[in-house]
């Protein structure tokens, strides 16, 4: 359960770096420079999908393949996941940042 946790981190730890920072326009200096913000944006991105895999895990091999009753708890988590991963990938990439400089 608690790397389902991390899906509530996704949209704050990949948007934590902007775009420039990853093709290196904005950033050079620091700690580990493009580098490290391709690190830190590759990290999230595992951790997201890892979520996602997880709750997707928790949904069949938890209610679906036991064939519970009730299974809208798999499913609540599920797509809580969901929603939160894709809402995360719309607001870093379907947005322009051309307007913050």
């Known amino acids: 359960m608690p790397l389902i946790l991390h899906s509530a981190f996704f949209p704050f730890r990949i948007n934590a770096v902007s775009n420039g920072q ?5 950033y ?3 700690c580990m420079g493009q580098t490290g913000a ?17 709750s997707m895990w ?19 988590v599920f797509f809580q996941n969901a929603f939160i991963f894709f809402g995360g990938l719309v607001f870093k990439f379907g947005r322009t940042e051309d307007l913050w400089q």
Request: overall charge positive.
């Open 28 to 30: 050079s200096e620091g």
């Open 58 to 76: 928790i949904l069949f091999g938890g209610f679906v393949v036991p064939q519970k009753p009730t299974v809208y708890p798999g499913i609540a």
């Open 38 to 54: 391709r690190v830190w944006l590759f990290i999230g991105f595992m951790l997201a999908f890892g979520s996602l895999i997880a």
């Open 22 to 26: 990853v093709r290196g326009d904005s």
